[in-house]
């Protein structure tokens, strides 16, 4: 069985081909542009999992190129569509980039699944679908709040695009999973998140500051209502939600799922601060972390995390890697590429 996965060479993308070479039969193939990732991704996957796979460098914002792709392989019988921009920062200073990419590359996808008659889709969407939002933890019946940047706004408007388009397309499926923090790297050490430019995120920002490629790390405010004082996030480690990935398939396989569009948490359940990542970082890397408290940062909520019981109840999924794990693979990752 033929999977395609669009931002294939993307973090979350090539964790989620590599799961799925190590676990199933199905042969892959990726869609992928590079705008945040790199060719040499896949060279990394073929390390890891001794598979190449067949790959194409298109925009799927251009229709005709990516209708050729499901031309060339008429026996694609799933889609995860991950390729998509995703800092929440650089969405609000350039959102016509965002609606843009975000919403045109999914209506192409959307377009070919009904034209080549693919099965199943998994649209890769976002905890922060869910804004500020005061009843923690969220389950996937929360009453979303208002969309805190266009990115978020992009998964908002995504969700309902494959909402309405299943409920006209009754022979086909699919399932949007809300990713929460995804962090860390593969369990090897060659495989882990590239930013291409200088991280927005947590856990690049410190493993950055800590290999010295950083010199200070700004902690974002130490004065919101919380167990100390800063941001709750439930971080995940990168290849459970690439496990999750893999059931998700496998259910829409082979299951008559009980909706056509399920959404699902992708989170531990477990909410941790920002001064609780940095401790465990501290801790298992045994380096001393450089970091001040600063100002808070413009967008943050307070504190989110998941309510992952559907998940577990339908995928029998649950999250497996410690927040010390993740931690040590992002370190791991970071030397990796201080070496290479
Ligand atoms: C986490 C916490 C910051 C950097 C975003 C997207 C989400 C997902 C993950 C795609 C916050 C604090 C950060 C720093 C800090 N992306 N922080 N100093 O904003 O929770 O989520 O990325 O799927 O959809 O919204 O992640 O890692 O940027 O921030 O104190 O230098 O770390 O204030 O509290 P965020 P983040």
């Not at 100390?228 to 971080?235: S, V």
């Not at 808070?296 to 309510?307: E, L, P």
Request: charged share 20%; proline share 3%.
């Amino acid at each position: 069985m033929k999977i395609l996965i669009t931002g294939g060479a993307g973090y979350i993308g090539s964790h989620t081909t590599i799961e799925i070479i190590q676990n199933t039969d199905w042969e892959v193939i990726s869609i992928d542009n590079y705008s945040n990732s790199s060719q040499g991704t896949y060279d990394r996957i073929q390390n890891i999992t001794g598979k190449s796979i067949k790959y194409y460098n298109l925009d799927l914002k251009d229709l005709q190129a990516t209708e050729q792709v499901f031309k060339e392989n008429t026996d694609i019988q799933g889609i995860i569509h991950f390729a998509a921009f995703k800092a929440v920062g650089e969405s609000v200073e350039n959102p016509l980039m965002y609606y843009d990419n975000n919403i045109n590359s999914l209506n192409n996808i959307l377009k070919c699944q009904a034209k080549f008659d693919i099965p199943n889709l998994i649209f890769s969407s976002s905890c922060s679908v869910y804004g500020n939002i005061d009843q923690l933890p969220v389950t996937e019946n929360s009453q979303l709040a208002k969309a805190e940047s266009p990115y978020a706004y992009t998964k908002q408007i995504g969700e309902i695009m494959v909402d309405d388009f299943i409920k006209v397309n009754p022979n086909l499926k699919a399932i949007s999973l809300r990713y929460f923090n995804p962090v860390g790297a593969h369990v090897s050490g060659l495989n882990g998140e590239l930013s291409t430019t200088t991280p927005n995120n947590l856990v690049p920002f410190i493993t950055q500051t800590a290999i010295g490629k950083l010199d200070c790390l700004t902690v974002f405010g130490d004065d919101y209502n919380t167990k100390d004082g800063t941001c709750i996030r439930d971080y995940i480690h990168v290849s459970d939600i690439a496990n999750a990935h893999v059931l998700a398939l496998q259910y829409l396989l082979n299951n008559p799922p009980h909706q056509r569009h399920e959404i699902i948490n992708l989170g531990t359940g477990v909410g941790v601060s920002v001064l609780e990542t940095i401790n465990a970082f501290e801790k298992v890397s045994g380096v001393k972390l450089n970091y001040t408290i600063g100002e808070r940062r413009a967008g943050d909520v307070a504190a989110i995390y998941a309510n992952n019981e559907k998940a577990k109840k339908i995928l029998n999924w649950t999250s497996k890697i410690s927040l010390d794990n993740m931690m040590l693979s992002a370190w791991k990752w970071e030397q990796f590429l201080a070496k290479n």
